[in-house]
T-cell receptor, first 110, second 112 residues
Framework: QKEVEQNSGPLSVPEGAIASLNCTYSDRGSQSFFWYRQYSGKSPELIMSIYSNGDKEDGRFTAQLNKASQYVSLLIRDSQPSDSATYLCAVKGGYNKLIFGAGTRLAVHP | KAGVTQTPRYLIKTRGQQVTLSCSPISGHRSVSWYQQTPGQGLQFLFEYFSETQRNKGNFPGRFSGRQFSNSRSEMNVSTLELGDSALYLC???????????FGPGTRLLVL
């Protein structure tokens, strides 16, 4: 079993819709979770971090964490074509070691 | 504040050679982590340095090594290059005891 699992996609949504990205992790002791966005040929850029159970909102983005179910999700409201990218879920394991999922490709079509 | 910088941005080497990549963290950041990204394996952790000490190491062979200088700049070295070392090498920095890591643009290495 991989440590961090994501559906590779592609996830295709129409412009203006809500995109829902999911991630599960295996280490029940994990405390810190991150979502990064990576455009093709670019480096990952941080979207959100989340540490506590529940929802965390930042603009059009909402991260959700359920430690009991070992599940993290990212919702993107009012999706735009510019949101088309690969979304990487990462879990912190040890000194500044991020364990990444394989990423979910999101395609937002007009 | 300037972001994380990495040099060189692109590199072509041949098998058996060695390579050194450089990373300058965001000003004030003392932790530098290195990652390798390939289409097959995704993003994988190589190692992390803080105050010139390696605190964490990923599951890579000893051909991969690194160091950090007193100004927090870091280098990683790959010796005896193999074709499978072709990848995007990413450096990320974070502030002391804060967990958010910010990535540099990466060095794309092609081994022929």
């Amino acid at each position: 079993q991989k440590e961090v699992e994501q559906n590779s996609g592609p996830l295709s949504v129409p412009e203006g819709a809500i995109a829902s990205l999911n991630c599960t992790y295996s280490d029940r002791g994990s405390q810190s979770f991150f979502w990064y966005r990576q455009y093709s040929g670019k480096s990952p850029e941080l979207i959100m971090s989340i540490y506590s159970n529940g929802d965390k909102e930042d603009g059009r983005f909402t991260a959700q964490l359920n430690k009991a179910s070992q599940y993290v999700s990212l919702l993107i409201r009012d999706s735009q074509p510019s949101d088309s990218a690969t979304y990487l879920c990462a879990v912190k394991g040890g000194y500044n070691k991020l364990i990444f999922g394989a990423g979910t490709r999101l395609a937002v079509h007009p | 504040k300037a972001g994380v910088t990495q040099t060189p941005r692109y590199l072509i080497k041949t098998r058996g050679q060695q390579v050194t990549l450089s990373c300058s963290p965001i000003s004030g950041h003392r932790s530098v982590s290195w990652y390798q990204q390939t289409p097959g394996q995704g993003l994988q952790f190589l190692f992390e340095y803080f105050s010139e000490t390696q605190r964490n190491k990923g599951n890579f062979p000893g051909r991969f090594s690194g160091r950090q200088f007193s100004n927090s700049r870091s280098e990683m070295n790959v010796s005896t290059l193999e074709l499978g070392d072709s990848a995007l090498y990413l450096c990320a920095s974070s502030f002391y005891e804060q967990e958010t890591q910010y990535f540099g643009p990466g060095t794309r290495l092609l081994v022929l």
